[in-house]
């Protein structure tokens, strides 16, 4: 098992330019996530998909889009990239016990520069 | 709202002494769960620790362990007999609404030989 897979692992932009992030998991879970984490900081919540065909804003939705396309793949699209967008990006997803998500799984992270 | 606060941006122990690594939380659910990541300089979340609000016991998982006194809002992350690969950043979160996580902004351990 891959786990969690996520690519590409590093990417530089200019600003206005727009990328597509691709995240795809092999463990059948129904829940993924996409998450930033800036320099000194935690991990932020960017959106989120409970089950195939359903996404939800998290904490730091603005400038993103996303797209849930079968259980396994979870995409994040930049339509226009702006400089506060730079950061590492993880990709994760959970399963579900009686109702509850417990421990999510992370991929290894994509390094996005926007100059 | 959920909130979670690691009050030790950073701390050293010496190879093979127990550390603690503080996290305090707040949150109106009435049923949460609180979870511990180790992030090495590689940069990969590694899933160390799980406590849910309703367990009796503390969580423990090999060396490490979880304190948790949950009148106090603590889930304190205990690593015993450390080791130098456990020099990495440790991340304390706690769950909102049924699965998103809310992440402290994490500490810094270095085990020194």
């Known amino acids: 098992n891959a786990g969690v897979t996520q690519t590409p692992k590093f990417q530089v932009l200019k600003t206005g330019q727009s990328m597509t992030l691709q995240c795809a998991q092999d463990?059948?879970?129904?829940?993924m996530y996409w998450y930033r984490q800036d320099p000194g900081m935690g991990l932020r919540l960017i959106y989120y998909?409970?089950?195939?065909?359903?996404?939800d804003k998290g904490e730091v939705p603005n400038g993103y889009n996303v797209s849930r396309l079968n259980k396994r793949e979870f995409s994040l699209r930049l339509e226009s990239a702006a400089p506060s967008q730079t950061s590492v990006y993880f990709c994760?997803?959970?399963?579900?016990?009686?109702?509850?998500?417990?421990?999510?799984?992370f991929g290894p992270g994509t390094r996005l520069t926007v100059t | 709202a959920q909130k979670i606060t690691q009050t030790q941006p950073g701390m050293f122990v010496q190879e093979k002494e127990a550390v603690t690594l503080d996290c305090t939380y707040d949150?109106?659910?009435?049923?949460?769960?609180l979870f511990w990541y180790k992030q090495p300089s590689s940069g990969e979340m590694i899933f160390l620790i799980y406590?849910?609000?309703?367990?009796?016991q503390n969580a423990t998982e090999g060396r490490y362990s979880l304190n948790f006194q949950k009148a106090r809002k603590s889930a304190n992350l205990v690593i015993s007999a450390s080791q130098l690969g456990d020099s990495a950043m440790y991340f304390c979160?706690?769950?909102?609404?049924?699965?998103?996580?809310?992440f402290g902004a994490g500490t810094r351990l270095a085990v020194h030989p």
């Open positions: 994760a997803s959970s399963e579900e016990v009686a109702g509850l998500s417990y421990e999510q799984y």
């Open positions: 463990m059948n879970h129904n829940s």
């Open positions: 998909s409970a089950s195939e065909g359903t996404t």
């Open positions: 949150t109106s659910d009435p049923s949460y769960g």
């Open positions: 406590q849910g609000s309703y367990d009796q």
């Open positions: 979160a706690i769950t909102r609404g049924y699965n998103k996580l809310i």
